[in-house]
Every structure is written in structure tokens, then in C-alpha cells.
């Protein structure tokens, strides 16, 4: 076992180069990277993800909406995503801070949501959207997350926040479906991504 050494060296090598390039290097180059802040508007980039929206960050991230789905709109020449629409820039490390968890993804199977909040700004549209897929993407794949809502018997007036149904998704009548504090949670949060603020730096 006279090569012992010069394997474990090698190893420890192997992982501090990784640790160094991966880790210590980013942290270096983006330590005092700051938010900025709208020289008209006075309002700082990016807003924090609190409240209810916050708590719909860890319902999004319980329910593995990031397996299927990115946030980060890549550079021009790596992907059609301008030309989908995803977003009018690439993003860039500064839309991440103040994150919590970054919800880069790991693949995507559907289309990338960094700002669905923009794309898509109406709050009936996702709960529909989350409640079947089939409602408002004909042909989508997506699972539907209607465990997320409750059904029910109208008892009285109709709730205000319960789903307006097209006609061939319809319940059955006297009923009506209306979101759970955590479907409203997760939809307060897609409504909050937005990463299109102009920015002029990396």
C-alpha cells in the first residue's frame, strides 16, 4: 500500500480544487453584492419574499414544483428562452438575493417561472391553472394539485375567492371549490416573480 498517500493526496486535491472553484470563488466575487434601488421610484431590487408570499415559497418548494420548473432565464445563445417569452433579460445573481431557498430547478419540463408573475398576473388564471392544468394549457402534463383546494356545498352566497370554472370544468351544482390558506400562499407567491427589472450590472 505504498501508494496510499499519494491517492488520499490526490482525493483531498481533487476536493479542495472543487470546493475553491464551486464554493470559495462565488463567495469571493459576490460577497457585497447589494440590492439597488430605483433612482425614480425609490423602490429597492429585488423585494423580499415575505409574508404570506413566503409562505407559499415553502409550499412550492414542499409540493417539488422545481423538478419540473426553473427560475433563470438563460443568456441569449443558450436556449430559446427569449423567444419563448420567459423574460426580457437573462437573470443574474443579484435577482437571488435576500432568497431563502434559490429555486434555480433542475430541469425543465415545464416552462420556466421566473417571471410568471408578470406572464401570468391573474390570481384566478394560476388557481385554475394549479387546480387542473388541463384548464388553462390543453394537453399539459402537469399533475394536478387539487389537494389543495377544498370542495364544498354553497351555503348561501357563493365564497368570493371560489374558482370561476369554464363551462365543460364546471362542478356540479350547489357546489364550489375555493383555495386553502396554502394554495393562496403558493399562488401569492408565483404572482411575485418578477425578475424583469432593467439592470445594468451582473
Known amino acids: 500500500m505504498r501508494h496510499g498517500p499519494f491517492i488520499f493526496l490526490g482525493v483531498l486535491l481533487s476536493f479542495a480544487s472543487s470546493w475553491l472553484v464551486l ?48 427560475q433563470q432565464v438563460r443568456a441569449e445563445g443558450f436556449g430559446a428562452d427569449f423567444q419563448r417569452g420567459w423574460g426580457p433579460r437573462r437573470t443574474v445573481a443579484r435577482d437571488y438575493l435576500g432568497d431563502r431557498r434559490v429555486m434555480l430547478g433542475t430541469m425543465r419540463t415545464g416552462p420556466d417561472l ?56 364546471a362542478v356540479q351544482p350547489g357546489h364550489e371549490v375555493v383555495p386553502t390558506e396554502e394554495a393562496r400562499a403558493l399562488v401569492d407567491y408565483l404572482l411575485q416573480l418578477d425578475r424583469s427589472q432593467p439592470l445594468n450590472t451582473p
Open 114 to 169: 421566473a417571471n410568471i408573475g408578470v406572464r401570468q398576473p391573474s390570481a384566478q388564471w394560476h388557481h385554475l391553472h394549479l387546480y387542473n392544468p388541463r384548464i388553462t394549457s390543453p394537453g399539459s402534463i402537469m399533475p394536478s394539485f387539487s389537494f389543495l383546494y377544498r370542495k364544498q356545498k354553497i351555503v348561501g352566497q357563493p365564497s368570493a375567492d371560489a374558482l370561476d370554472f369554464p363551462g365543460d370544468f
Open 23 to 70: 464554493v470559495f470563488t462565488p463567495y469571493i466575487q459576490l460577497q457585497f453584492l447589494q440590492p439597488i434601488r430605483d433612482a425614480e421610484t425609490g423602490v429597492e431590487y429585488p423585494v423580499p419574499v415575505e409574508g404570506e408570499a413566503g409562505e407559499g415559497e415553502m409550499v412550492y418548494a414542499a409540493n417539488g414544483c422545481l423538478y419540473c420548473h426553473s
